[in-house]
Nanobody, 120 residues
């Protein structure tokens, strides 16, 4: 039974930073592609950043280098380091895990419950 549990969200002032974590149980992060998604009220869920099983990373172009996705396979944890936050970054952040190649893309199968980020 695969579970993903996010943590680290909260309320921060514009310009501040947050570090989100996603603890995975029932699966090994080294074998899955993973990603962070954001959903703001009234908007569709969008991918923020993704990381392949081997550690290749990709980001939404709108982030302009402010976010960093990483994972610790020994701890089975996915991270999202967010800096220079602005109100447009606010929303519910979800982590997800799945399978697929870097070329074909990740088919996300498992999702966490989300952690809320508020920027004022």
């Amino acid at each position: 039974h695969v579970q993903l549990v996010e943590s680290g969200g909260g309320s921060v002032q514009a310009g501040g930073s947050l570090r989100l974590s996603c603890l995975v149980s029932g699966a090994t992060t080294s074998r899955y592609c993973m990603g962070w998604f954001r959903q703001a009220p009234g908007r569709e869920r969008m991918v923020v950043a993704s990381i392949s099983s081997s550690g290749l990373t990709d980001y939404s172009k709108s982030l302009k280098g402010r976010f960093t996705i990483s994972k610790d396979n020994a701890e089975n944890t996915l991270f999202l380091e967010m800096t220079s936050l602005n109100p447009e970054d606010a929303g519910m952040y979800y982590c997800a895990a799945g399978t697929g190649t870097w070329l074909s893309g990740c088919e996300y199968t498992y999702w966490g419950q989300g952690t809320q980020v508020t920027v004022s």
